[in-house]
C-alpha cells in the first residue's frame, strides 16, 4: 500500500478538496482507496455524508499515536493507496502522518503568503526525511505570479528532482460545486478541464512513486497543462525550512 499525505499549515490551500479529487482518479486507475480524515474540521466526513455511494470510503483517525496502526491495518484488508487529510497547521496528528507518508504533497496557492507558509510544513516533512512535493491549487491559467510561485517553490526543494508536481490546479467553480453536491470533481464533470487536471496530477503522483497503474484512463493527454516554466527564481523564503 501506498499513503499519500495532504498537508500544509495554512487553511484553504486545498488539501481536501485534493484529497477527494485524487481519491477519486486513483479508483479510476483501478486503485482500493481508503480517505484518512485526521482533520477534526471533518470536511471529508460531511463531504462523504453528502454522497450517494460510499467509495471511496473516508476513516476518521484523529490520535497521532492510531495513525500507523490503522495504515497497517488498510494495508492488510487489501487498500493499496491512502490519502490522509491533515488539518491546517502543525499538529501531532499531522506529523504522525507525514512520518507515515511514501509522499508528501504540500499545496500551495500561487501567493506569497501561501508559499511562505509552506516553509514550517516543509521543516516538518524534511525532520521526518520523507519524499514530498508542492501542488499549486488554485492557480490562474498563466502569469508572472503562477511562474513567480512555481519558481520559489523549485528553489526551496533544490536537493530533490520534480519538487513541484505537474500540472498546476486551476481555479475553477468545479471543484467547489463538485464536493458541494458530494462528488469529486472527476464524477461532477468527467469531461471537464479540472478533472483532466486532477487525473493528470494522479498520473504524476504514480510516475514519482513508481506505481504501475492497473489501468491507465486513455484520455490524460487530451489537453494542454500548465508546465513547469523556465523563469527567474524569487525571494529567499524558505530560509527557515
Ligand atoms: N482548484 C480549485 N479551484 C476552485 N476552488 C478550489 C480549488 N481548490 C480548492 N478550492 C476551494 O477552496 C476552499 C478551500 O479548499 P479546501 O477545503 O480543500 O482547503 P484545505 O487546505 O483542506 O483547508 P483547511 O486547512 O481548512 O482544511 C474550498 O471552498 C474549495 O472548494
Ligand atoms: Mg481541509
Redesign the pocket.
Known sequence: MHTIVLA?Q?????????AIGLARAAVDAGHTVRLIET?Q?G?LSNWHARRNQAEPRVDTVYAAGDIAERLARLADEGVTLAIV?T??GVGAATSAAIRSADLCLI?ARPSIVDIEATAVTLAEVRRADRPFAFVL??TPIRGQRLTGAAATLGEGALDIPDAVAQPF?????D??DA?SAGLAVGEFAPSGK?AAEIRGLWSWIETRLGITAAMVPDNLTELPFATMPAVQPSADIFRFA
Not at 10 to 18: F, H, I
Not at 169 to 173: A, F, L
Open positions: 500544509t495554512k487553511g484553504g490551500s486545498g488539501k481536501s478538496t485534493l482533520d474540521q470536511t487529510d488539518a491546517g499545496p491549487n488554485q490546479i486551476v481555479m475553477r467553480n471543484h467547489q464536493l479540472s
